[in-house]
């Protein structure tokens, strides 16, 4: 008898996700499987359950890209992991390696790209088939709960704060401190910059002074962007939105500093009126960030495994998820839930 595995599948968009048996995955040639650990929620996997973006989830499917666990075989001809090592199913599950993208370590726009619980089954299941070459190597030293949410969370945040090309001494804004946000505010610090956390929830931004944001803002309060060009002098040289919430991105835009960047993350479904004027008098560059790639990753855990960073986390059985799910739909984690596959 093929052996089974405990999953959370989306049978339906916008549907609770149906808690079931389902046939353990085999690694086919070039392929791991992975005994999972621990697997963080993300809101990207909110995203995927209701079906929200233009390029769909082939129905059912497996969520979860922050899924860590230990490799208990290899397919045929795998040399890059080896079993018993402990590794990380990312968003970026693969890609072709070979496009013009790839060559640049912009895997992340590969056109052949699968992502993890996305195209991928990935670690709302007790294993999950992985590509060798994608995986993320864990640190010794760094817990598999503690390493779940970096491998999308953290690397997205991190990667975003590059991309703002703020340097040391300047000031970021990081808007939305969930998930991505509570990650954001420790990079930022760590990396030198002045940090001004945004969110529309008191507690979140208190979360954030206490993980070292400088200044904070409620984006609900009506002079929010006044506040913030008030407390940058003149506005941030970088701004990270994140925040599931399309008003975040016009707010942001208008946050940003002269010849600044602002750096969108958030993928809530719809578009944002952009203040084309001032977007251009003011030199403003606005641009999309999709998590990062495999060397962003090991930089992003590195930070971790340093012990300058550390994710916020509450411990949760997998049976919980649609609970997990409708708390993350009406903004009610304080940072980042990760599933725990050692409490049943
Ligand atoms: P989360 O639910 O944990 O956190 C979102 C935070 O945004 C919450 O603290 C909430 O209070 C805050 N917020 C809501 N509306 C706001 C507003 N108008 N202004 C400021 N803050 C506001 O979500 P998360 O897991 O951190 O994910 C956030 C978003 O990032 C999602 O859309 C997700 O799909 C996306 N994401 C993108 C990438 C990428 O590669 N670009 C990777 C991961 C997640
Ligand atoms: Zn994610
Ligand atoms: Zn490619």
């Not at 995955?25 to 995927?48: F, R, S, Y």
């Not at 008003?247 to 960047?261: E, N, S």
């Not at 998590?291 to 962003?296: F, T």
Request: charged share 20%.
């Amino acid at each position: 008898m093929t052996p089974k595995m405990q999953a959370a599948v989306v049978e339906a968009f916008g549907q609770p996700l149906k808690l079931m048996e389902v046939d353990r995955p085999v690694a086919g040639p070039g392929q791991i499987l992975v005994k999972t650990e621990a697997c963080g929620v993300c809101h990207t996997d909110l995203h995927a359950r209701n079906g929200d973006w233009p390029a769909k989830p082939k129905l059912p499917f497996i969520p979860g890209h922050e899924g860590i666990g230990i490799v208990t075989a290899l397919g045929a001809g795998v040399t890059a992991v080896k079993e018993g090592d402990r590794v990380g199913v990312p968003w970026l599950y693969s890609a072709c390696g070979h496009c013009e993208y790839c060559l640049q370590a912009w895997e992340t726009v590969c056109a052949k790209a699968e992502y993890g619980g996305y195209t991928k089954n990935g670690g709302f299941a007790e294993y999950i088939v992985a590509d060798p070459n994608y995986v993320a190597h864990i640190p010794a030293g760094l817990a598999p709960t503690a390493a779940a949410p970096l491998i999308c969370a953290g690397i997205t945040s991190y990667k975003g704060i590059k991309e703002t090309k703020a340097r040391p001494g300047e000031w970021i804004v990081i808007s939305g401190i969930g998930g991505l946000g509570h990650l954001g505010v420790q990079y930022a610090k760590a990396m030198g910059l002045h940090v001004c956390a945004v969110d529309i929830d008191d507690a979140k931004l208190a979360h954030a002074t206490k993980l070292g944001a400088d200044a904070v803002v409620n984006a609900r309060h009506p002079d929010a962007v006044n506040a913030v060009i008030k407390v940058t002098s003149g506005g941030a040289h970088g701004v990270l939105i994140t925040a599931p919430s399309l008003p975040a991105f016009q707010q942001g835009v208008a946050m940003t500093r002269k010849i600044g960047t602002c750096v969108l993350v958030g993928i809530p479904p719809g578009d944002f009126p952009t203040p084309l004027f001032d977007v251009v008098a003011n030199c403003i560059t606005i641009r999309g960030s999709f998590v990062g790639n495999r060397h962003d990753m090991a930089e992003a855990l590195q930070f971790a495994a340093e012990g300058k960073v550390k994710a916020d986390i509450e411990l949760q059985p997998l049976s919980a998820i649609n609970d997990v799910f409708e708390r993350l739909s009406k903004g009610e984690v304080p940072s980042r839930v990760v599933l725990d596959f050692s409490a049943r």
